[in-house]
Each structure stands twice: as C-alpha cells, then as structure tokens.
C-alpha cells in the first residue's frame, strides 16, 4: 500500500474540512452579524430565531404607562422598516401565541436599569424591576435585529432575531454625555439626535454646558438681557441663540422618555463673560464687558464680593431648577483663574448652599474639591488627580471625565481637521482602553459614581461636526460606563463595533472610520 505523503495527508485534511463545512446546516439567525454594544453582562445564544412578522405585536403589561411609552418607542421603530403595523397593545396577564411583551418583575440583582430579555422561537420576554430597565433592553433588542430595521423606510426582511438569554445591568449609575452649548450654540432637533444616539448606547446623563464666556443659552426670565445680549453671538462671531424655557422643558421631556437626565450646567464664577456682557450691575466696576468670540480661558470672574451676585445665582439657579427634574446642578468652578483663591473658595462655598435652597445637589469640575463639600455633591475630574483624592477624603463621589481619554472634542491624530489637542491625541483605542477604578490610584469602583464623555464647541459648528468627533469615541464611553471590566478588552471591542458601521450608515450618522477598527458596512 502506498504510503500517503505529508502533503497528501495535508490536501486530504483540508478537503474533509471542505466537505463537512460545505455540508453543516447554514445557520440562519445571522449571529455572526450581531454585535452588541455595551457588551451585556451574561448572553448566551440558544442557536434559533424569533422572525418578527405581519401579525406581531407589542403587549405591555396594563395600567403602566411608562411601558406603554417604551413599547411604542419599540414600534416607532419597526414599524416603517419593516413595513408590518406593530401594534402596541395593553394586557393584564402574559399573552399566548407569538409576540413581544415588556413586563415588570422583581429581580434585585437587575437594579434600577437592568433587564432580562428571553428570546425563543416563538416569543420575546422584556423584564426588569423598573421602566428604565425595559427601555435599556430594547435597545439591545434594537442591535440584535438587522441594522436596516433602523432606516425610516420600507426594508426587505427577513427580520431574525436570534433566540437568547439576556441578564443585564450596568456597572455605573452614572454614564453621561456633555455638550457644549456654549461656545457654539446646537439648535433642539440637534441635542435630539444627539440624545437618540445616547439612548441607542444606554447612556443616561446630558450634561449641558449652558454658559460660558462666549454665549449664555437659556432664558432666565427675571433676567433677559443674559439672552438677548449674552446669547447674540458665539465663537467666530456667528448668531449664537438659546434656550426659551419651553425649549428647554421640551428637551428635558425628550431626555425622559428616553430615560436620560439633563444635568444643567452654568459655569462660575469663571467662564462667566456672557453673563458680564449683559449686565454691568454684575461686574465690580459697573461696567458692562464686551462680547467675546474667541477661544481663550480664565480671564473672566463674577464679583465675588456683591450682594447683587448671589441674588443673581439665586435667580438662575431656582429658574432652572424648577424646570430641571433631574437631581442635579452642575456649578462649573474650573479655571476660576481670575479670581483671587481667598474669595473663590468662600464663593463655592455660598453657592452650594444656594443649589441646596432649591433642593438639587451639586456637580462642579475638580477645583471645587478644595472647599468645604456638601454631602452628596459629586466632583468630576478632568485634569487634576490631586482633587479626586481631596474629594474622596472629604466624601464625594466623583465623576471620571479624564481629557485624555473622554474628552471628545481632542483630535484623534495630527491629522484631525476639528478639535483641539491641550490634552494630547485621543485615538479610539485609547478612548476605550481605560477602567475608570483603576485609572487614579486610591480611587476605587465604591467612589465612583460613573464616567462622563465632555464635548466641548470652540471647533464644532453643527450636528456633522458634532457626530465626527462623537462617534465612535462615546460608543466606547458608553460601554465603559456599562459592562464590567472583566467583561471588557479592546479585541472584542473594535470587533463590535466594526459592525455598528450598518447600524451608524443607517442612522445618518457622520461617524469618523478610524483605521484602526474593521468596519462592516
Ligand atoms: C474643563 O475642561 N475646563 C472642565
């Protein structure tokens, strides 16, 4: 008998390897294609598909009407992709026969926004202990369809998804956004789309950053001048804008059927220019300052000696505030460079207790460490270590916003047309490949209350800009925030989110194609 040579063995292996793939039965639930993103934290696929037809509807459990609101979310979803009417339907017990049915339950273990999602053959199962646990699940839901299914037009199906075990929950409460309104202003339909694309990802927080030297963005109706001057220009020169208060309330409305927060923001006694444009009562000298449309910092503070200037922190912190539901108020107090450090630290000092007068607790940048802190204020951290760990010790918690790695306005590399670079290239391997319970030493998960990706406007002019540098870096951001660490790795990751690029093209989204990821359109 001829003896088979190496070679031979080498062909024969491989041409049974052939034959034994050619012959294994497809699978057709399109897994392969699935990504999910934050990464939840325990998956497991059962090898079948749920095909989502004419006939299937969303039944929500009755009586509640948060469910309700989620499960039309759902259906204003698939309805014009799909083509199928998706109805949306009320009952008091579990259905029979194929559907959808969002449920509450009591499972500790989910937590405020966790969620179960069983999917067989024959029907989806969507439960959690809270509203906001249902609406983080069907964004999962979302990415285990085709990514087509998010185009607003008519797609062909087959619309699978694959059968599956979900248990989910995020790692921090606390996984924000932060726009800067300021220094350019973004119309409504802009922070909207914004928001959708948070939501898609489970963030949670919209961190508005609604005045700085350039421009003041929200009405204050005891005070209109801070709009009709303060918000008549931005940086360059252009028209700028604002905020009416009905505007407003129709974003914080928008955020909470979306279960995101608006956290208002207005930056003192530093970053205040606009405000001392507007009124010369609020400078030491009486005098009105002029508009500024530049890029510079710290050269701008509030009299920190005048009655009148806590009046007028009383005045906008109790107007926002009556209109913010969200618990907190963010107070600025970064790069206070213009005020004397004797008076800056009274001055925090005063104004948390105003914040507490009109019952919200207090976010300030990482300077505000160094005074007395109020319990519950949360300190977030954008440049100085030394002011998480004062923070820590005096009982906060703290926000992580390091620049280096969730500022989203640095350029990703030298060749970065927008964006600034004072806190170095911030490529998306380097976005993604950080834990925030490791990244200050003595700064462990139990100080953190969650992470927060900051996008500042001095180079952003619109919503393409904004969703250049956002995407994908809050992407990462988002999962950072959600799945726990040893859950995590960059391999995994850009795998991922190579195939979000479907799902991206479908939403519109002018997302950067870092080369460093394998895109799959
Ligand atoms: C900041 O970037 N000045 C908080």
């Known amino acids: 008998m001829k003896i088979i040579t190496k070679t031979g063995f080498a062909i024969l292996a491989l041409l049974f390897v052939l034959a034994a793939m050619a012959l294994k039965p497809k699978e057709s639930n399109n897994q392969d294609k699935i990504s999910l993103i934050p990464q939840p934290v325990s998956v497991k696929y059962t090898g079948g ?250 050269f701008s503070t509030l009299c920190t000696h005048k009655k009148i200037t806590y009046k007028f922190i009383n005045d906008v912190v109790g107007e926002i505030s009556a209109i913010s539901p969200g618990p907190y108020f963010h107070i600025g107090g970064d790069e206070s460079h213009a005020t004397p450090k004797k008076d800056y630290l009274p001055f925090i000092a005063k104004v948390q207790n105003i ?48 620049g280096g790695r969730t500022y989203l306005d640095m350029k990703y590399d030298s060749t970065t047309k927008l964006g600034l670079h004072w806190a170095g290239y911030v490529n998306v391997k380097r976005a993604y490949n950080w834990n925030p319970s490791t990244l200050i030493p003595g700064v462990t998960k139990k100080d953190i209350a969650g992470i927060e990706a900051p996008l500042w406007s001095e180079t952003i002019t619109d919503l393409k800009d904004i969703e250049y540098m956002a995407f994908p870096r809050l992407i990462g951001d988002a999962e950072i925030g959600w799945t726990p660490k040893n859950l995590r790795n960059w391999n995994s990751y850009r795998l991922r989110l190579g195939k979000q690029a479907a799902r991206l093209d479908d939403l519109n989204v002018n997302f950067y194609r870092s080369k460093l990821i394998p895109w799959q359109d």
Not at 112 to 140: C, D, H, M
């Open 355 to 402: 914040v507490a007068a009109h019952h919200k607790k207090v976010i300030g940048w990482d300077e505000i460490a160094q005074t007395p802190l109020k319990k519950g204020t949360l300190v977030q951290y954008w440049a100085n270590k030394k002011n998480v760990l004062t923070a820590i010790k005096k009982g906060a918690k703290v926000i992580l916003s390091p």
């Open 49 to 298: 598909y749920f095909t989502l037809t004419y006939s299937t509807g969303i039944f929500y459990q009755e009586a509640n009407p948060a469910l309700k609101k989620s499960a039309r979310f759902l259906a204003k979803i698939l309805h014009p992709s799909t083509g199928f009417p998706v109805p949306v339907i009320p009952v008091k017990n579990k259905p029979s026969g194929t559907y959808i049915y969002l449920t509450l339950t009591e499972n500790k273990a989910l937590g405020n926004e966790g969620y179960e999602l069983k999917v067989t053959k024959k029907r989806i199962i969507l439960s959690a202990n809270k509203p906001a646990g249902i609406f983080r699940g069907i964004q999962t839901l979302r990415q285990l369809l085709p990514a087509r299914v998010e185009k607003c037009y008519l797609q062909k199906g087959p619309w699978q998804i694959p059968t599956t075990k979900i248990i989910d929950y995020p790692a921090y409460a606390y996984r924000g956004a932060m726009l800067d309104v300021a220094r350019h202003f973004f119309s409504v339909k802009t922070v909207e789309k914004y928001m959708d694309l948070m939501a898609l990802y489970k963030l949670n927080i919209l961190h508005l950053h609604l005045s700085d030297d350039q421009g003041w963005r929200i009405q204050i109706k005891s005070w209109p001048e801070l709009t009709k001057i303060g918000g008549s220009t931005e940086v360059g020169g252009g028209k700028g804008g604002f905020y009416t208060q009905k505007q407003f309330k129709e974003l914080v409305h928008y955020a909470a059927d979306r279960y995101i927060t608006i956290v208002p923001e207005i930056d003192m006694p530093g970053h205040i220019n606009a405000a001392l444009a507007s009124y010369a009562i609020l400078n030491c000298n009486n005098k009105r300052k002029k508009l500024f449309t530049g890029i510079d910092v710290g």
